[in-house]
C-alpha cells in the first residue's frame, strides 16, 4: 500500500438513483421529484443523491428518498430479512448506470434501486426537490406518452429499465404480492398484474391459476366485502418466491 497513489486516478462520484413503484387508482405509478437545482433545473428526476463518504448504497438510497420525498420504504441494513421493509415494501438493487457523459457536472456513477410498495401515501418534496409526485406510467410510455415529459440525466432509461424489470419478474416470482396490503383478495391481485402489465385478465382464468400454483397464497381465514357484492375470501403472500408454472405475460 505504500506506493498506492490515489491521485493517479481521476476522482468521480457516487449517487443512488430510485425507482420507486406503486399502484394507485389501479394504476402503476411511479414516484417523481422537480429538480430545485442545476443541472437540470425545473426538470422531472427520480429521487436520489449523492452518497456520503460514511454510508453505504442502501443508507444512502434511505436517507435520499426520506429527505426528497417524505417517504420512509426502506429499513437499515439487517434489521429485516434481504427485500423486506418495515410498511412490506420490496427493495432490490436495480442496475448500475455510468457513461461517462450521462452527468454535466462531473464523471459520476449512479446505483439505481428499485422500491415496490401498496398504497404509498402522497409525497412531499423536500433536499433539493421543489415538487413531487406519483406519474402514471402510461403517461411516460406508450402511445399515450406526453412528449414534454422528458427526465433529467439518464432517468428515462432508467425508469424503463425499473418497469420492466417490474414486469417481468412478477410472471416467475411472487413479486406481485409486494403491491397489496398484508390481506388482499384475488381480485386485487389480479387489479395489481393488470396495472403492471397494462393488459386486462379474465378473472375465471386467473383466479385458477393464482390459486392452483404452490406456495404463492395462502387463505387468511377472512373474508372482506371492501369490493362490493359478495364476500370476497382474503389471502396473504406464500412462502413461495419463484412460481412453478409462471404467470405468463399476455402478448400485446
Known amino acids: 500500500m505504500s506506493r498506492y497513489d490515489p491521485s493517479a486516478f481521476p ?10 413503484l406503486t399502484v ?47 417517504l420512509r ?10 427485500g423486506q421493509t418495515p410498511a412490506g415494501a420490496h427493495l432490490e438493487q436495480l ?11 462531473m464523471r459520476v456513477v449512479s446505483v439505481a434501486y428499485l422500491v415496490l410498495a401498496p398504497d404509498l401515501p402522497s409525497p412531499r418534496a423536500g433536499g433539493d426537490a421543489s415538487s413531487a409526485r406519483w406519474a402514471p406510467v402510461r403517461e411516460l410510455f406508450g402511445e399515450e406518452r406526453n412528449d414534454g415529459v422528458l427526465l433529467a440525466f439518464d432517468h428515462g432509461q432508467i425508469l424503463a429499465d425499473g418497469v420492466e424489470r417490474a414486469r417481468s419478474k412478477i ?5 406481485a404480492t409486494a403491491f397489496c396490503p398484508p390481506e388482499f383478495t384475488v381480485g386485487e391481485l389480479r387489479r395489481v398484474y393488470e396495472a403492471v402489465w397494462g393488459v386486462v385478465l379474465d378473472p375465471r382464468n386467473f383466479h385458477r391459476k393464482v390459486t392452483g400454483t404452490p ?14 357484492g359478495r364476500p370476497a375470501q382474503l389471502f396473504k403472500a406464500g412462502g413461495a418466491t419463484v412460481l412453478n408454472p409462471p404467470m405468463l405475460r399476455p402478448e400485446s
Do not use: I, N
Open 11 to 20: 476522482p468521480f462520484a457516487v449517487t443512488v438513483d430510485l425507482v420507486v
Open 24 to 70: 394507485r387508482d389501479h394504476e402503476l405509478c411511479a414516484l417523481l421529484v422537480k429538480r430545485g437545482e442545476a443541472p437540470f433545473q425545473g426538470y422531472w428526476a427520480l429521487p436520489g443523491g449523492f452518497v456520503r463518504l460514511d454510508e453505504g448504497l442502501a443508507e444512502a438510497a434511505s436517507r435520499e428518498l426520506a429527505e426528497e420525498t417524505g
Open 73 to 82: 420504504a426502506q429499513s437499515l441494513p439487517g434489521s429485516l430479512p434481504v
Open 95 to 105: 442496475a448500475t448506470y455510468g457513461h461517462p457523459q450521462r452527468d454535466p457536472r
Open 171 to 175: 410472471e416467475y416470482s411472487s413479486l
Open 215 to 228: 406456495g404463492f397464497l395462502l387463505p387468511s381465514g377472512g373474508t372482506t366485502t371492501r369490493q362490493g
